[in-house]
């Protein structure tokens, strides 16, 4: 399941909506990603940019070669957009599984792919002065270990 | 043709999202490029440096060589930062 | 922080208790473990056996291990004990970092390292008949690609 | 010394906790384990396959080899299965 929403999400109640019910998964791993401070401690807000149509594409892809690649007994992710606080939520990605490895490596991949093929970018305000922030290298490498 | 520019590559160039008519000989991406580099000083800028020029036919990622033959749609922007 | 606890526990307020009014924590990760029927689908309950004051102490070697190998903002890891249905929570461990890798391979550690090393048997009970979950060889594995 | 069994070690041995006073000349776990399984029946069943035998000092994981000298608290128990 995809949603890109500008509302916040309680990672306890998307997990519980997933679980509830079943009782043939083990493990369910969950990764939130949220608006971390910049280091001169000076991030006002955050802004986040998406190319709506393709994004739910581009998610809907990633969630669907992680359900080929790992055996789910469940998959979500979910990505704000719009204006973000320091603290804020970001990101959710849950996958749930008879056992832990696949949980954890496929919620794992899920956020490699993600941050290097989702179409979002993110523009910090420090007060005033805003700063398209730059992709990161170890990003790329992330991906790239999980070409076979 | 549907052509959309985000974040600072949108910025640089100074549009969103326009229609345009592509000359018969733009067969590619790279094409696509070279044609709206001539169309001013904003387009030059936004596509100054293509190591950081990232782009999508039809809202599916491509390269520079990607054939337009059929797209409705195609967009540039930089690597993406979400996550 | 370590709980041994009957209570059930909700992941969305125990990862808000840990980020709430943070603004240097970039990635949270959670593994919940939940009871799984059993491949015959016979499986009535399941008592879950500890070791009382072993558990705690052993349970707070594991996270301090986890924190002195990676840098982390927060750490939990509650374990329930007594009589769990199948869909039960059993276990909870969240992690959170900066960045989302440390949080990821430090929540794996810390499963891996519990599920060889926590004082805690599984007494499945199958409608009167009750029987003491094997350890898995997997799992010893597991925890052995950890040691340096 | 206090002896605490765990899980099949305990159904088995028939016991969970016991005060006990060894003999001088047990030094290490497994000096424990064989005065254990001269005690009766239930032990031997026990302790009849030490590869399934894990065992813990003063609440700390041991093998057959740790020293008990200085010890309060001896435990076995199967491998463990948590989590």
Redesign the interface.
């Known amino acids: 399941m995809i949603r890109v929403q500008t509302e916040d999400f309680d990672i306890g109640t998307e997990v519980k909506k997933l679980t509830e019910g079943r009782t043939d998964i083990g493990a369910v791993v969950t990764f939130s990603g949220l608006v971390r401070n910049t280091d001169d401690g000076a991030l006002a807000s955050m802004e986040l940019e998406h190319y709506p149509g393709m994004t739910e594409k581009e998610l809907a892809r990633i969630e669907a070669e992680a359900n080929e690649r790992w055996p789910l007994q469940a998959s979500l992710v979910i990505h704000r957009v719009g204006k973000l606080a320091p603290g804020d939520n970001i990101v959710l990605v849950v996958t749930a599984s008879a056992h832990r490895q696949a949980a954890f490596e496929s919620a794992s991949f899920l956020m490699d792919y993600l941050k290097t093929r989702a179409p979002f970018w993110k523009n910090e305000d420090k007060g005033g002065e805003t700063n398209w922030v730059d992709a990161r290298e170890s990003d790329g490498e992330a991906a790239a270990k999980w070409e076979v | 043709m549907k052509l959309?520019y985000?974040?600072?590559v949108k910025q640089k160039a100074g549009v969103a999202e326009e229609d345009v008519t592509l000359p018969g000989e733009v067969r590619d991406v790279s094409g696509v490029i070279s044609w709206l580099k001539t169309r001013g000083e904003g387009y030059e800028l936004a596509f100054a440096d293509l190591s950081v020029i990232r782009c999508?036919v039809n809202?599916?990622?491509g390269d520079f060589s990607t054939p337009i033959a059929g797209a409705s749609e195609i967009?540039f922007?930089?690597?993406?930062?979400?996550?």
């Open positions: 959309l985000f974040a600072w999508a809202q599916e990622h967009a922007f930089p690597p993406v930062t979400g996550g």
